[in-house]
T-cell receptor
């Protein structure tokens, strides 16, 4: 079985501050990991993904995430938050055996001026 | 040019009615999905089709029936609508069976009154 846990359903940062959104996963096989962003009244959009290879993955809008197998984590970071980063963020794990993705419960990011 | 398009965007209907949501993708993908996002923004997969074949059928009431006339279309028909069916329904597509990123539609906000 696979699962995803996003620690912190709400994260609030000041504009210009570091953004850190936490994601831990469990998977019985090497996982494919994804971060998606959902802006209000829109569908999900891929930020970045990890499949194999380099464990530090860079995505769009200045976000990056590091796959740490020993910690079963795939935390999302951005050095400096922008007001436009305010959105809902979802971590997801794809299990090749199950043939489907499981999404975390989401983290709402608020950016204060 | 919209990649994954859903219609309608909003749907308000009375309990007991039957309604359909349509989805089309022009990305040439061979896998399509229906997801349900509840009021707490939790995202759960409902169904997945690969080349018109049903490959994922989660624990969903049989009032929900997906239909894929071709690999570019996946419709969702819901019979005897209930209050608890109120949610945002997202259609998505991907190349392959899910190990790659999914492209999401804008969502259909269904409200059952």
């Amino acid at each position: 079985a696979q699962s995803v846990t996003q620690l912190g359903s709400h994260v609030s940062v000041s504009e210009g501050a570091l953004v850190l959104l936490r994601c831990n996963y469990s998977s019985s096989v090497p996982p494919y990991l994804f971060w998606y962003v959902q802006y209000p009244n829109q569908g999900l959009q891929l930020l970045l993904k990890y499949t194999t290879g380099a464990t530090l993955v860079k995505g769009i809008n200045g976000f990056e995430a590091e796959f740490k197998k020993s910690e079963t984590s795939f935390h999302l970071t951005k050095p400096s938050a922008h007001m436009s980063d305010a959105a809902e963020y979802f971590c997801a794990v794809y299990n090749t055996n199950a043939g489907k993705s499981t999404f975390g419960d989401g983290t709402t990011l608020t950016v204060k001026p | 040019d919209t990649a994954v398009s859903q219609t309608p965007k909003y749907l308000v209907t009375q309990m007991g009615n039957d309604k359909s949501i349509k989805c089309e993708q022009n990305l040439g993908h061979d896998t399509m999905y229906w997801y349900k996002q509840d009021s707490k923004k939790f995202l759960k997969i409902m169904f997945s089709y690969n080349n018109k074949e049903l490959i994922i059928n989660e624990t969903v009431p049989n009032r929900f029936s997906p239909k894929s006339p071709d690999k570019a279309h996946l419709n969702l028909h819901i019979n005897s609508l209930e209050l608890g069916d109120s949610a945002v329904y997202f259609c998505a597509s991907s190349q392959g069976r899910g190990g790659t990123e999914a492209f999401f539609g804008q969502g259909t906000r269904l409200t059952v009154v």
